[in-house]
């Protein structure tokens, strides 16, 4: 499934985590039991994976969000993937960005 979402103005992390948990969201109301999320920020996976700490407070409200959607699935994973090797997120991404934000 592929998604592409406009959001409000957030920093580069504050994005991911923002489509993460849109996807997540997406996913869960289709009723999908399995999560496979590829990831461009190896912050946020090894974030989500508990391997690098989170100090910033809304960063970590983002990241238990994510643990919270996740642990609603039977089985997930999430992997990194570097941007330059995923043409598809590229797309959304530029996608997203040129659409006008109707949010409040």
């Known amino acids: 499934m592929r998604q592409a979402i406009k959001t409000v103005l957030l920093t580069n992390n504050e994005a991911k985590y923002d489509a993460l948990v849109v996807g997540l969201e997406l996913a ?3 009723g999908s ?3 496979e999320v590829k990831c461009d920020s190896l912050l946020v996976v090894n974030q989500v994976y508990r391997i690098f700490n989170t100090n910033e407070e809304h960063m970590k409200k983002y990241l238990n969000k994510v643990q919270v959607l996740l642990s609603q699935f039977k089985e997930w994973s999430i992997i990194h993937i570097p941007r330059e090797e995923i043409m598809e997120a590229n797309a959304l991404a530029n996608l997203g960005s040129s659409t006008k934000n109707e949010r409040i």
Do not use: D, S
Request: glycine share 16%.
């Open 28 to 30: 869960q109301g289709l």
């Open 33 to 35: 039991k399995v999560a």
